[in-house]
């Protein structure tokens, strides 16, 4: 993806995605100019995560995407369905931590104990976002950080041209929704690793639908 068009699709999802807190209705993009709030329970979990998985990367939650309930073993907040072909999670955080990243414990127990099916731990309050992976060693390194309250402001196209914008639609390209064929899913399947019962999405609903 071009950066300008990760850009627009990212100042769009900001200007036009409403929520409500405290009452008070505001776009994304005016809701953290400020220092931030508790609200990952309340809104980027349930509201606003969703919204940008479906819109910029193409997942449905309830669908191709796993939302987790409360488990108190601690379970990534999103897993792509086919797990094979997205060996990645998603996790939430709320917009008080800015651009800090937190619960790295976390991380390392998802990238540790979640291999080989988890590479990588996408960790976001859409303020900004961090992907962390292993290295050759096998520590936890920050492959990827965007800063996506940054990016809403300035001219489109000189903004365009800063690191923060490329690493955006590198983003966008790595971590979107795949559809595979029939015969693409059965090959990934048979080479897929066996499955972890500590971070498979196991709810009986969820694998009925």
Known sequence: MDPIDALRRWRDFAATTVVTWA???RTWAQHIRGRGYVDEEGLIQPVVFPRFAESLLGFVVGQTLAPERSDPAGKPDFT???AVTHAFVFETKSSAHGL???N???IDRYLHEGAPRIRQVV??????LAVFELDSENVRKLSLQVNLRGLLDGPIGMVAGTGDARRLADFLDRFRYHELTRAEKLARVRAAAPWNPLFEVTNPEWLSG
């Open 80 to 82: 792509p369905a086919d």
């Open 100 to 102: 800090d990243t937190p």
């Open 23 to 25: 009452g008070q209705p």
């Open 104 to 106: 790295l414990d976390q």
């Open 123 to 128: 960790q976001t309050n859409l303020v900004g």
